[in-house]
């Protein structure tokens, strides 16, 4: 696994609010993946705005895809200084109780 193949399975996660690849909305880079092992990567992201309300869901999509996609358990956080209520999206998205409740809505949704 490299950060191409990290890449590639993440143009498929979209924004919710905007149809629109993560990638392209430059939300993640290269520079944003570290991969620590054959199934252990991070990956932190830039919301679209400071205040993002689907932030925590985003980093969920692009938690989920990566370990559907790769087999890769990954820790997803939001980039340092660019949400608003950082600590509580990060806590969202990498407490495994929270990130099973958001996944189940979001499948019942039929978004992922």
């Known amino acids: 696994m490299n950060k191409e193949e990290i890449l590639e399975v993440l ?39 400071a205040m993002c309300p689907m932030g925590s869901v985003i980093g969920v999509l692009i938690k989920k895809k990566l370990k559907d996609k790769l087999g890769v358990d990954a820790e997803v956080r939001v980039r340092p200084g660019t949400h608003m209520n950082e600590e509580m999206v990060n806590d969202i998205i990498n407490n495994k109780e929270k990130y099973v409740q958001i996944v189940k809505r979001l499948e019942d949704a039929g978004i992922c």
């Open 11 to 49: 143009k498929e996660v979209q924004d919710p609010e905007i149809p629109v690849s993560i990638l392209e909305l430059d939300m993640v880079s290269e520079d944003d993946i570290t991969i620590e092992s054959d199934n252990k990567v991070k990956v932190t992201f830039k919301p679209t705005s």
